[in-house]
């Protein structure tokens, strides 16, 4: 889609979004693994980076380790391409967290490597992390690699860092998962994440329902969100849900997602995103 369709259709988008009938919409933007697009994935460094530059939530993954260590790193791949580190999140070891050497390398070919500022950065444990959440922003905690001590680790670093219950939400796209830490910490807020191109599960309106009002959850999140439309998340939000759509990485797909009426959205580029958003929202456009 050419540069001037895609501004037509955010602007239209965003009258709509303002019409009287809306005026109480909101969307929330949200921080995939921090502020990646300056600093590598997952860092404490991408994390405070992007809180600084005006993120009010911030999604991050977390595993637990055979050793009891609450890491944060997205899975085996990226274990290996970012940390050059062979091994499960599970397996990893607390010399392994502390040795850990960055490689700087860009999520994607096309993207800059990272500057050589950031080459000592560490792979970081919960603890971590949680120390830069600012008090009045929240962080969202998706569950990657879950155990037994899984969720006791989470509230006794919440508890470290004095962050109240409202500043995590906890995500995870397996609904047993979510359940049992809800059942074990029900002040948590939760969300259960959807990917509708998942063509195991086969997902339907009804079926993500009663998934979600089954694991207690209080927000559900869309992934390939462009299979539906407006009226599933209308449902969804009838059925008491809080709504959410992810990855939205330019302005035809915040477009898309105004359309639908979802709560947040969640972006590998949050910053870049709302500064386009900013300037197209002042425009003298016709």
């Not at 999140?89 to 990272?114: F, G, M, W």
Request: glycine letters at 4%; aromatic letters at 10%.
């Amino acid at each position: 889609m050419n540069k001037i369709k895609v501004l037509s259709l955010f602007v239209i988008a965003f009258v709509s979004a303002c019409s009287p009938s809306k005026q109480e919409q909101k969307i929330r933007m949200h921080s995939h693994r921090g502020e990646a697009d300056f600093a590598p994935q997952n860092t404490v460094e991408a994390i405070k980076l992007a809180y600084d530059m005006g993120a009010e939530m911030i999604e991050t993954d977390f595993s637990i380790t055979k050793e009891g260590i609450m890491v944060c790193i997205h899975g085996k791949n990226e274990l290996k391409k970012f940390w050059n580190i062979d091994k499960n999140p599970q397996d990893l070891t607390a010399e392994d967290i502390k040795n850990a050497k960055n490689t700087l390398t860009p999520r994607k070919p096309n993207e800059s490597v990272y500057d050589a500022k950031y080459a000592n950065v560490k792979l970081p444990t919960i603890d971590d992390i949680f120390a830069v959440i600012p008090k009045d922003k929240r962080f969202e905690l998706e569950i990657k690699g879950y155990g037994p001590n899984f969720a006791d680790k989470v509230e006794q670093a919440r508890i470290k860092a004095g962050l109240d219950y409202w500043n995590i939400l906890v995500t995870s796209f397996d609904a047993n998962v979510i359940k049992d830490f809800k059942q074990k910490y029900p002040k948590y807020e939760t969300l259960f994440i959807v990917n509708m191109g998942d063509k195991k599960r086969n997902w339907t309106l009804e079926k993500i329902i009663a998934t979600a009002k089954d694991a207690n959850v209080e927000q559900v999140a869309i992934g390939s969100y462009r299979k539906i439309d407006k009226h599933f998340i209308s449902a969804l939000k009838k059925a008491g849900f809080k709504t959410g759509v992810w990855q939205v990485q330019d302005l035809e797909d915040l477009a898309f997602a105004a359309e639908l009426g979802v709560d947040r959205v969640c972006s590998d580029h949050a910053y870049e995103l709302r500064r386009k958003y900013k300037l197209i929202k002042n425009l003298d456009f016709k």
